[in-house]
T-cell receptor, first 115, second 115 residues
């Protein structure tokens, strides 16, 4: 069964540094998402992406965040100047369509640790 | 602002017993999802519920949706240890109605099933 793949599985970065989290969505999916989950807490929506542009974003997704689909397969989340509170598990997800009964499929996540 | 509330947040039960997890949400939505998360793992889709009165079953799990009451339930029948996990409900936010909708998650129900 096709899967959403994320790299790296764990990223350790110094505060203030830039990080790029990478995702390869399922190949025939058109909608892409980033979520984060701070340890022990609920999953929070960051941003959605469709047709090469941001579709929706939450209050968490401020100017330090950006997303990009640099080629036909990768979907990236960049955090420009990391803060301690950015430490979390970041999940990428993709879905086939908007008006469908298909769920969003999640990757295994990238654990981001900011020191 | 869409709010999704689950209860209970923590549930310890014995194998063979039945129990129900409840998910209430605050505004109209057209889709409700149930996900399972094992410790340190990603989110696995269990059910997508699209309409009022929808009921879906997979093995010992059954999910239902009452859109008028803004309530979904996840019922566990004759629980087995392998069902121990955290269960999240999530609601489609429909920010714009035309794009990729982020999901708003509940806090999750941490379920422990003891032999």
């Amino acid at each position: 069964e096709p899967e959403v793949t994320q790299t790296p599985s764990h990223q350790v970065t110094q505060m203030g540094q830039e990080v790029i989290l990478r995702c390869v969505p399922i190949s025939n999916h058109l909608y892409f998402y980033w979520y984060r989950q701070i340890l022990g807490q609920k999953v929070e929506f960051l941003v959605s992406f469709y047709n090469n542009e941001i579709s929706e974003k939450s209050e968490i997704f401020d100017d330090q965040f950006s997303v990009e689909r640099p080629d036909g397969s990768n979907f990236t989340l960049k955090i420009r100047s990391t803060k301690l509170e950015d430490s979390a598990m970041y999940f990428c997800a993709s879905s086939r369509g908007h008006h469908s009964n298909q769920p969003q499929h999640f990757g295994d996540g990238t654990r981001l640790s900011i020191l | 602002e869409l709010k999704v509330e689950q209860n209970p947040l923590f549930l310890s039960m014995q194998e063979g017993k039945n129990y129900t997890i409840y998910c209430n949400y605050s505004t109209t939505s057209d889709r409700l999802y149930w996900y399972r998360q094992d410790p340190g793992k990603s989110l696995e889709s269990l059910f997508v519920l699209l309409s009022n009165g929808a009921v879906k079953q997979e093995g010992r799990l059954m999910a239902s949706l009452d859109t008028k009451a803004r309530l979904s339930t996840l019922h566990i029948t004759a629980a087995v240890h392998d069902l121990s996990a955290t269960y999240f409900c999530a609601v489609s936010t429909m920010y714009s109605g035309g794009g990729a909708d982020g999901l708003t998650f509940g806090k999750g129900t941490h379920l422990i099933i003891q032999p």
